[in-house]
């Protein structure tokens, strides 16, 4: 035991006959310190101030070109939610799809919507569009990848533009 008390002896004595060390040694010790109190700030700032979600609720149009021969179509999105969560409607070719595993974080959207794909007498294959979205106000810059199905296909981006609330009109 005496041995161990003398070498914690001379290391606190290199320590004291140091400037240099033990500056540097008080300086980790702060930053340390400060490190694990702004974490713990942020932390206790998060349970006070929640998140705001961002506004994409309602409904988005996009001109979507495919990356197959004279595929240009006008796709719909129709978001919804609180929170993190994001459901709705997404089209694929002009059809509806529901949205599945939505959710957003910030300014970026992910969901992901299925189509089946029938290719003669053969059976329908499933194939899962993957959607990414970064919202910039009034848009959301888009990327689609798909997988599975009868072929393979490369990412496809777009954007997709706020559809502004349509007023109601009267009816005579």
């Known amino acids: 035991m005496n041995e161990t008390r003398t070498q914690v002896d001379r290391l606190i004595s290199k320590i004291k006959n140091n400037p ?3 500056f540097l040694i008080v300086l980790g010790s702060i930053a340390i ?3 694990a109190f702004t974490d713990a700030a942020r932390n206790l700032l998060g349970l006070v101030i929640e998140e705001k979600r961002p506004a994409i609720n309602g409904e988005w149009k996009a001109e979507v070109t495919y ?3 004279n595929a240009k179509y006008i796709e719909i999105f129709t978001f919804k ?3 993190d ?3 709705g409607t997404a089209s ?3 059809l509806r799809r529901g949205i599945l595993e939505g959710k957003i974080k910030k300014d970026t959207l992910e969901f992901i919507t299925k189509t089946q794909e029938v290719l003669g007498p053969g ?3 499933v194939a899962i569009h993957h959607y990414r ?3 910039l106000g009034d848009e959301i810059n888009f990327s689609m990848q798909t997988e599975g199905g009868y072929s393979e296909h490369i990412p496809v981006e777009f954007i997709a533009k706020r559809v502004p609330n349509k007023e109601i009109q009267p009816t005579d």
Do not use: N, Q, T
């Open 33 to 35: 310190a400060l490190s």
């Open 133 to 135: 979205g970064r919202l």
């Open 67 to 69: 990356d197959w021969k």
């Open 81 to 83: 939610g609180e929170g």
């Open 123 to 125: 059976e329908p294959r």
């Open 92 to 94: 694929f070719l002009r």
């Open 20 to 22: 240099i060390l033990a």
């Open 85 to 87: 969560e994001v459901y």
